[in-house]
């Protein structure tokens, strides 16, 4: 029988939360028969939604609070004022080692400061990253950092790089994951002093990393490399596109199949394949973004999500403690020497 498992899950965050909350903690269960919950939350609006699912019920605790962290409050607000709010004591959970790991669909900043408060850093790194899986062409890639750290030096690049390698070979189960450094160009020349810096220490580096240089931002759906590693800024702008362009083309699909009799028939020939493309593009099934450097498993699920959504982002979770990241992330920065590294050639002008 496999250990127990147990999962501190923010009740409250989320636009539909408790309910969906809980209804995607009763998909999980049966996905993973280890599991158990420790439900942050109001226990008044909780337990309602609990009688419907008896056997989620049995492997559920209920931490009663009626302390929400908003959606707009600054991270500032959350860490001074909200001590007994239901996402602070579901991460403090977390850090006592009561639970293994937190899944939270509250605000991602507020998020973020209490991990780095409660839970400290992992030895070794700078600043945690956000991180999460995109689909590609070729089968599915890690890309971070997706907002949390805006401006990053040549090492703390360095540092994402590692920690999506070893996402990737853990989780996704890539034998021998590629690593990229988003730039504006393939070339070696291309970039900022930063970037390039980084490129060159990932070069030397005498780590397992099979490290691939530059990669464009059209490289990430062609799946050219497992681990895109970048800054906060480059990788927000590059996920926010891919949603938009994600939904502007389901718009452009259902417009089309809608113009005429001739074209509604032809969505009817057409539906088990559209069926197959909408599973395969569907972001509930990528739902679970990671804090990775957080000394303590932490994943964010979108807010908007439903319970098949909040599902998956516990299955990141899950996986993420059964394959003990955090250690081998410690592992390898272990054998990381960051000194005596070339400097980067000046990039053309």
């Known amino acids: 029988m496999s250990k127990e498992i147990v999962l501190a899950l923010d009740a409250m965050g989320g636009d539909m939360a408790p309910a969906m909350v809980i209804r995607g ?6 996905r993973y028969p280890e599991v158990r919950f420790l439900l942050c939350g109001n226990e008044q609006l909780i337990e309602p939604a609990l009688k419907r699912f008896r056997k989620l019920r049995a492997i559920c605790s209920i931490r009663h609070t009626e302390n929400v962290i908003g959606d707009n409050e600054k991270p500032s607000v959350a860490l001074r004022q909200r001590h007994d709010s239901s996402m602070r004591l579901a991460i403090d959970a977390v850090g006592t080692g009561e639970a293994s790991g937190i899944v939270s669909a509250g605000n991602t900043g507020a998020l973020m400061a209490l991990g780095k408060f409660v839970l400290k850093t992992l030895p070794g790194i700078n600043r945690p ?24 030096d040549a090492t703390t690049l360095v540092q994402f790089a590692l ?33 390039r810096t980084a490129a060159a220490m990932l ?16 490289d990430i759906p062609a799946g050219t490399v497992d681990v895109v590693a970048t800054d906060g800024f480059a990788g927000n702008v590059a996920l926010k596109m891919a949603e938009g ?19 509604r028939v032809a969505y009817l020939l057409a ?24 000394n303590g498993v932490v994943v964010k699920s979108h807010g908007g999500t439903d319970h098949k ?33 070339p400097e980067p050639r000046r990039a053309v002008s």
């Open 309 to 341: 959504g909040f599902a998956n982002a516990i299955g990141v979770a899950m996986d993420m403690v059964s394959q003990g990241i955090n250690p081998k992330i410690i592992d390898e920065l272990s054998r990381l020497k960051l000194e005596d590294f």
């Open 271 to 294: 539906r088990p394949a559209l069926r197959m493309l909408r599973e395969r593009v569907d972001p509930r099934a990528y739902n679970g973004a990671m804090f990775l450097g957080v």
């Open 129 to 152: 990253a956000m991180g999460s899986i995109f689909p590609t062409r070729r089968s599915e890639c890690v890309m971070l950092d997706l907002g949390a750290n805006i401006n990053c």
């Open 25 to 30: 903690a009763n998909i999980a269960r049966v």
């Open 203 to 218: 070069r030397h580096a005498e780590l397992p990393i099979e490290f691939h240089g530059f990669i464009e931002g059209d």
């Open 163 to 195: 920690m999506g390698e070893v996402f990737a070979r853990n989780v996704l189960g890539i034998r021998k994951p590629t690593v990229g450094l988003l730039n504006i160009g393939a070339e070696e020349l291309k970039g900022n002093e930063t970037i």
């Open 245 to 263: 362009t994600a939904r502007l083309y389901s718009e452009y699909l259902k417009s089309a199949f809608r113009r005429s009799v001739l074209s």
